[in-house]
Every structure is written in C-alpha cells, then in structure tokens.
C-alpha cells in the first residue's frame, strides 16, 4: 500500500514537449529486433542483414516487427573521425557503412535503429554522444536512421546526479532487501532526493533533453528510446524527451530477472499510455534455458503491459513454436491497439496478498481493454501447477457488463463460444493462460429472464 501511494503522490508528470509526431511514429511501443541479446559486441552487418531478412522471412515484418537495431559496438572504437569528427562504422564489421545498410533494409519495407550514449563511452567503451549531440543526430539523420536508443553509462563526474532515485533492484553494490519496494538507506551512494524533488530539472534529464532537441532539429523522424535503467526517476519526465523509457537494469536470459521486473513494472503502469511507454527491456525469447512456458509468459507479460517488443534472439535459429509466439495475433493486437492506449493491469495477486511486493511471486491476475475485447490473463508463478479461476464478476472492465462472454483462447485460438461466469484452468508452472473475452452473449430468453428479475 505505501508503495502505490507513494508512487501516485510523488510522481510529477511533465509534458511540455511530447515527442507527438505527425506520422504516428512513437505513438504505440515500438516493434523489432536488436542485436545485442544475440550477440553483444560481436555484430557485423552480415548479422544485421540475416535479422532483417528473417524479420521478412519468417513473417514477422508482416505481424508488425518493423525495426532492425544495431546496439553497442558499432563504430570505431579508437575515437572519431580526426577531421569532422563524425563516429565512423567499423570498417570491418559494418565494411559497407550504416547508409548502404539502411538502403537495404529500408528496401525491404523495414526501418533500422542505431545505439549511443549519454556519456564519454558507450557501455561497451566506444565513442559516445555526450558534447556532440547535434553532429550525431545529424550524422543519423544523414545515414536514414529512423531509432536511436541512448543509453547512460561512463557519465563524467560533473554531469552526475546530486541525488539518488530509488531503483529498488539488487546491484553489486547493494543486493537488497528492498521492503514493500522502498530502498533502505544502504541502497543510496548519494542522497536519496527529497520529496518535492522535479527530477525533470536533473542533470541526466538535460543530458537525455540534449540529444532530443538534437534529433528534433533533423529533418527526419528518428524514435527516441531512453536507456537509463529508470535511473533519475525517469517515468516523470520521460514523456516530455523520449518515446519509451528502461524502468530497471538489463534484463538476462534468467527466468528469476525476468520476473523480477514484472513484478517491478507492475507497481509503474500509471506512466504507460500513448507515446509515452515504460520498456522491460528487450526480449529474451529464444534465448539461453526458458521453458516453453517461460518463453510465452515473457512474450505475454511484456504485450500486456505495452512494453516495446524488441526480438533479442538469433532469427535463423529460432524454433517454429517460438516463431508462433511472437506472432500471437491477440497478444500484438492488445500491444498495438489504436483507441486504447493503457496496458492491462493486476486485478488480483494470487498467492500473495494484493499490491504485495515480491521478486520472485509477482501478481497473477491480469486484464486490460482492447479494440478486440478484454485481454484476461492467469499466471502461476509457482514451482508446480495450480487451478486459476478467472470469474467474470472480479475482472474491472467486465464487471456488471453480464454473465455470459465469447471467448477466445489466445494460445490455441481456440473460440470457446458463450462462456457463463468465468473460466477455470490448470496453469502449469510459470505458463500463463490467456483469453480474449468479447461481446457479452445475450440470448433474448436470458435477456427477458433478466429483466424479470429486476
Ligand atoms: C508491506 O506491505 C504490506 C501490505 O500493505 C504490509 O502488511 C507490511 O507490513 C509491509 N511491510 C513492510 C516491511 O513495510
Ligand atoms: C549536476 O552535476 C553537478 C556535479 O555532479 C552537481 O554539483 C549538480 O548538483 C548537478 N545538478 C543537478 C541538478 O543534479
Ligand atoms: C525534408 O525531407 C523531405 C523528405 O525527405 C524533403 O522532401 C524536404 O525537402 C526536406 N526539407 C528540408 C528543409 O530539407
Ligand atoms: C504522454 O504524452 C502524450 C502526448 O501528450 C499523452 O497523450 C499521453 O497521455 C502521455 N502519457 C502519460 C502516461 O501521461
Ligand atoms: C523456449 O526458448 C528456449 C530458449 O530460451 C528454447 O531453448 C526452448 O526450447 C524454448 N521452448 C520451447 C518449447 O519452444
Ligand atoms: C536455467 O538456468 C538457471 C541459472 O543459470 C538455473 O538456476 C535454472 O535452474 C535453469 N533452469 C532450467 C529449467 O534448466
Ligand atoms: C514471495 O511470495 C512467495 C509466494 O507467496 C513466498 O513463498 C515467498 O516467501 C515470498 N518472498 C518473500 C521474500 O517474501
């Protein structure tokens, strides 16, 4: 509860210069893929050619992923060009440059992102943006870049922070506990900031306002992804600057981290609407030793809350059923519905307690509004199976709508037909269910039972 109210209470919103383009972009999360999941440091462009043309391939571009993204160490790590000081692609993993390579994935109907920093080195120690945020937006812009993601590392001393925001996550330097979500005084290496604090007056939001005034001055739309780990309470002010906005460190191919920001992002979803999206970080399906189960409930999780989905996966060696997965038609259309902009939400936790902060057993229970009906989600975050009951009377965008629902299961497709009350499921471990409940089912006889009642 102290939690939720401190959130709601504290949190300024501020949105002077809403990142509002006229061609839409920005307005939904953004759909893709990035390199470095995959492949960290190790990207050439043969690798970000077989990303696009499997995007293509394996009909992926065709459900919405549009985006290919280069992430860090892309450029000459030795410094910049000595005379216009551009950052230049390495000539040995990029040989044909980033411009040809955007001609070619443009050429196949796609777009193509590229990665910077905030500081003096990007996170893998490259050259960064931090004093040449013009020259490289309009390097970007030159190159036919359409997405920049920004990321925050090798920040110089006179550019940090003079407090602390509360990222209630384990890091080397405090591995936790984190009580009900709040950060001890261990967790502060700088004060924590008082109350009335604007974070949007900080040090890194003027860094991270640099670099969008730098791509707004292009004659070119170029989405904006923040990367700053939620650092500098970013939720408050990431609307004004950039599109979406990291809520917590990386994500791993780690079932534990996986949950662990669920159950974090589940506490922020006031700050999710158009243009303007919390991001869970890229994804993860495909990768290192997530069950089938775990691999769905990842996609469905991070759908439902309108996180970005970018794929972070080797496209030519996914398996077809994961393939499927990221196609899932009910869940994509949730993400990327046009007349409602919210994520779905808890309703109910489940083995815990509501609004129970818990990194490993996060709420269960979850439903939000779409074009196509309402999107009702069951997880069961536990070792073993477990019977989940989801009853018509406890799900908010259907209460007092009626007793009876079409519905869809979003996993096999499956139309269920007219369902009365609710629906009932063994949920194997860490697998969610997950149905698409439509129009209220009336036959006229109910209907006049109904009215007789009254
Ligand atoms: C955490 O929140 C729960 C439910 O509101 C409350 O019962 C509990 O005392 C809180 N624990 C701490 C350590 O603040
Ligand atoms: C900006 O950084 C400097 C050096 O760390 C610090 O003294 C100053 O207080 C910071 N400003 C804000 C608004 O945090
Ligand atoms: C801006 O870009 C558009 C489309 O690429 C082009 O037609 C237009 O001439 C450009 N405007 C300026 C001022 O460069
Ligand atoms: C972000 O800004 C847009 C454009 O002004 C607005 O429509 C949206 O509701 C804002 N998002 C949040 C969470 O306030
Ligand atoms: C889920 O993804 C992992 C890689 O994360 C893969 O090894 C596994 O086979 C996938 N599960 C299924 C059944 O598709
Ligand atoms: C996956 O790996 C993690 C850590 O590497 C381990 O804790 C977990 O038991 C493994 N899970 C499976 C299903 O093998
Ligand atoms: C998290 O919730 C699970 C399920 O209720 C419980 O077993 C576990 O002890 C909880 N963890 C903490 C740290 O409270």
Not at 142 to 147: G, L, T
Not at 353 to 362: A, D, F, I, K, Y
Not at 399 to 406: A, L, R, T, V, Y
Request: charged content about 20%.
């Amino acid at each position: 509860m102290f939690l939720r109210f401190g959130l709601i209470v504290t949190l300024i919103i501020h949105s002077t210069h809403a990142l509002v383009h006229r061609d839409g972009v920005g307005k939904l999360p953004a759909l893709g893929w990035n390199s470095w999941n995959a492949f960290r440091c190790d990207v050439t462009e043969d690798k970000i050619m077989t990303a696009a043309h499997e995007l293509v391939n394996l009909g992926l571009k065709d459900a919405g992923y549009e985006y290919v993204n280069i992430d860090d160490c892309w450029s000459v790590e030795a410094g910049r060009d000595p005379i216009t000081n551009q950052l230049m692609p390495d000539p040995i993993t990029f040989p044909s440059g980033i411009k040809s390579l955007a001609e070619q994935i443009h050429a196949l109907g796609l777009k193509i992102g590229i990665y910077s920093d905030d500081g003096t080195k990007t996170c893998a120690g490259y050259p960064a943006s931090l004093g040449y945020e013009s020259l490289d937006a309009a390097t970007f812009a030159a190159w036919d870049i359409d997405y920049l993601k920004y990321d925050d590392c090798n920040v110089p001393a006179e550019w940090v922070d003079q407090y602390e925001h509360c990222v209630p996550e384990p890091r080397d330097s405090y591995p936790g506990p984190f009580p009900n979500g709040t950060c001890p005084s261990e967790y502060y290496s700088r004060p924590p900031a008082p109350a009335e604090y604007d974070w949007s007056t900080s040090n890194t939001t003027q860094r991270y306002n640099a670099m969008r005034d730098a791509l707004l001055a292009q004659n070119r739309t170029i989405l904006f992804s923040l990367c700053n780990g939620g650092q500098a309470e970013v939720r408050s002010w990431g609307n004004s600057t950039g599109h979406s906005w990291r809520i917590s460190g990386d994500i791993t191919a780690n079932w534990a981290r996986i949950v662990e920001i669920l159950n974090l992002n589940s506490f922020q979803l006031d700050t999710v609407d158009f243009w303007g999206h919390n991001d869970a970080d890229m994804l993860e399906v495909g990768n290192g030793n997530l069950t089938l189960e775990e691999n769905r409930s990842h996609f469905a999780f991070w759908a439902a809350m309108k996180s970005p989905l970018i794929i972070g996966t080797a496209l030519d060696e996914l398996e077809e059923g994961l393939v499927g997965v990221l196609k899932n038609r009910w869940l994509l259309a949730f993400n990327q519905d046009e007349v409602f902009g919210g994520p779905a939400r808890p309703y109910k936790w489940g083995a815990n307690l509501g609004w129970t902060w818990n990194r490993t057993s996060p709420a269960e229970y979850w439903s939000g509004m779409s074009v196509g009906g309402v999107l009702v989600l069951a997880f069961n975050p536990l070792g073993s199976e477990e019977k989940k009951e989801i009853l018509w009377s406890e799900v908010p965008e259907l209460k007092g709508g009626g007793d009876s629902f079409e519905v869809t299961d979003i996993w096999t497709g499956e139309d269920l037909g007219c369902v009365s009350w609710g629906v009932e499921r063994v949920v194997p471990s860490h697998d969610t269910a997950g149905f698409m409940v439509g129009k209220e089912c009336r036959s006229s006889s109910t209907f006049a039972d109904e009215r007789q009642d009254l």
